[in-house]
């Protein structure tokens, strides 16, 4: 938890917001920081967190294009392919995290200055 004078935040709350995530989004999210090492294919992820598996693409997607999961591809024997996904590390998330995180103070400290 943070404390902010008036409000407690969950730190989940202050990923969630900073990164503009949905609650699926998160949950998809939670599902990669208990398996980190792991690449995870969208069926598999859909079936663990018992989301609608276009819930799951959508948001693999949007958490890849932010650079928090790394995207591979698959290929399969009889030819195609599929994507599987991974988590990026921890570091580099709160790294990205903490910039966002940097930018609303700047914000805050130009709106108390305006004030």
Request: glycine residues 4%.
């Amino acid at each position: 938890m943070i404390d902010f004078a008036c409000k407690e935040f969950k730190i989940k709350d202050v990923i969630k917001c900073a990164l503009n995530l949905t609650r699926a989004d998160m949950k998809v999210l939670e599902y990669f920081f208990e398996e980190p090492d792991i690449w995870s294919k969208t069926e598999q992820i859909a079936t663990l967190t018992e989301l609608d598996l276009s819930t799951v693409q959508r948001s693999v997607k949007k958490l890849h294009e932010k650079s928090i999961l790394t995207k591979s591809q698959n290929n399969l024997d009889g030819g195609g392919y599929s994507f599987i996904y991974r988590i990026n590390n921890k570091a580099e998330i709160k790294e990205l995290i903490m910039g966002i995180v940097s930018k609303w103070v700047a914000k805050v400290e130009q709106e108390l200055e305006d004030w």
